[in-house]
């Protein structure tokens, strides 16, 4: 009887530093959120009903698609929890024992057994993400057949498996080295990783998947782009266009990179498509994000925030390891702090969300700011939601827990309150 009340009684307090540190991790990320908070004084939308931009049959048809999607997204995630517990609790014998024998060897079984759950987690999901994929065939967004989006889809769990096994090597290290401690030198880890992938993510993993092309240095648009760079007094680093279109006729835009490899990059669809003042429109919100130091930002975040996810990993890993009767920083705990990792990073990653999202508001501002044309930014806004057959105005709770960007309505809110703040007052 003795034997069971300090069972419970340890369960009990497990489940409390597990409580207590996921309260914190949340705490933390919302500080960060505050603490970084707008790099300006962003513009208020005003309200905007969908319908008076987009026929009801648009609407309906995003809303469809965007939310079958979701449903396929979220039955993914949950293969690869329930994998991934499943797996922490020692279950099934034959996973328990491979590990086991792995963990022979813990540094190299580590990095195989990291690479092995990558694998193992991309091919659970595969089911939903094949479907996803016709779904967006269906819908003429994506230009792949099956056979070249698998080999995309190849390469990438590829790339993952290698980084996966470089992480639970580093990872079982550390809990081996400092096994109370680890989540500190953990964190410098985890900035330093954002910090390194972003810089070179555009100069390696970018061009596995796709062709960047400077934008000619005679051309109209650099010609442009550079002059938008200056007045925003920004160093733009390079522009390119990259082949998007191989894939999808998704359009769209982006800024990646830092230091040497910074850039601006334009898809080609949107290049194709987007009449000059809507393409000036995209450029200078992505010299918003250059002015206003995003990707800075962004990691700077990561820094705050990583110290206190790590924090409840090694509480709720712990926790599961040792319930299935494996010794954290040994082989056979790998799956369960993998699990508490995904964990929290998917906790902090919704609140990011609205750091993101912010950043994207602030960025709209000062395009509009620099362009003055609201109405070009309208018809962008327009362009993209139909072109990426976007949900213009998602429910507040998918746009709480999954958007990175304002919704379609609010973006050209914020427009229409730009116009309605520059229109010259009229006499009564």
């Known amino acids: 009887m003795g034997r069971i009340d300090l069972r419970r009684r340890a369960t009990g307090s497990a489940a409390a530093r597990v409580g ?20 300006s004084d962003p513009i208020a939308p005003v309200p905007v009903v969908a319908s008076d931009y987009f026929e009801s049959e648009a609407i309906e048809r995003a809303r469809s698609y965007r939310s079958g999607q979701l449903w396929l997204m ?46 193992v987690l991309a091919l659970v999901a595969l089911p939903p993400r094949v479907a996803a994929h ?59 990783i954002a910090i ?24 109209a648009l650099r010609a442009e782009v550079l002059e938008l760079a200056e007045r925003a007094d920004v160093d ?44 000036r429109a995209v450029v200078a919100h992505e010299l918003a994000h250059v002015a206003n130091d995003d990707i800075r930002r962004g990691i700077t975040f990561v820094a705050v925030v990583a110290p206190f996810g790590l924090l409840f990993a090694r509480e709720l890993g712990g926790a599961l390891a040792r319930r299935a009767g494996a010794e954290p920083g040994t082989v056979p705990a790998l799956p369960a702090f993998v699990l508490a990792i995904l964990i929290a990073s998917t906790a902090i990653g919704i609140v990011s969300n609205q750091l993101s999202r912010q950043m994207e508001a602030d960025a709209d501002s000062f395009a509009l700011e620099l362009t003055d044309d609201p109405a070009a930014m309208v018809g962008l806004q327009r362009r993209l939601s139909e072109a990426n057959v976007s949900d213009p105005d998602p429910a507040a709770a998918v746009r709480f827990l999954f958007r990175t960007h304002p919704t379609t309505v609010e973006r050209i809110g914020i427009a229409r309150a730009y116009e309605q703040r520059e229109a010259p007052a009229t006499a009564d």
Request: net charge positive; hydrophobic share 55%.
């Open 236 to 279: 733009v680093g390079e522009v390119y266009s990259v082949d998007a279109s191989r894939r999808s006729t998704r359009e769209s835009a982006y800024v990646g990179g830092i230091g040497s490899t910074k850039r601006v990059v334009l898809y080609d669809n949107l290049l194709a498509n987007a009449p000059p003042d809507e393409v």
């Open 134 to 192: 016709e779904r967006a065939v269906d819908v003429g967004l994506s230009t792949q057949t099956i056979g070249p989006w698998l080999w995309d889809l190849s390469r990438a769990t590829a790339i993952s498996a290698l980084l996966a096994a470089a992480g639970a090597l580093l990872l079982v290290a550390l809990l081996r080295r400092w096994p109370r401690r680890w989540w500190i030198p953990g964190a410098a880890a985890v900035t330093a």
């Open 74 to 119: 979220l039955a993914g995630l949950t293969l690869q929890v329930g994998l991934l517990l499943a797996l922490a609790l020692g279950r099934p014998r034959a996973a328990r024992r491979a590990l086991a024998r792995l963990g022979a060897r813990p540094l190299a079984g580590a990095a195989g057994a990291g690479a092995g759950i990558a694998v």
């Open 20 to 39: 207590v540190a996921a309260v914190a991790m949340l705490i933390a990320a919302e500080v960060a959120v505050y603490a970084i908070g707008s790099a």
């Open 196 to 219: 390194v992938t972003t810089w070179v993510a555009p100069v390696v993993v970018g061009p596995i998947f796709n062709r960047f092309e400077p934008l000619p240095e005679r051309g």
